[in-house]
């Protein structure tokens, strides 16, 4: 299994993204959550649990 199968399993068990990055200047780490769904066969990322979002 590659990593990229990996991730793609973990998005499909779980819908909270939490994301941590490293501040630049004060190199403290930054954590947001974030959810995921799946569209038109993509995940996309929304800072709303219950987006709906209508792909054309």
Known sequence: MTDTDEVR???DRQRTVEITTIGRR??????????R???AGRYWLTGSPLAEITLE
């Open 37 to 39: 769904y799946r569209a």
């Open 9 to 11: 399993q973990a998005l």
């Open 26 to 35: 004060s190199g403290q780490p930054r954590r947001i959550e974030t959810w």
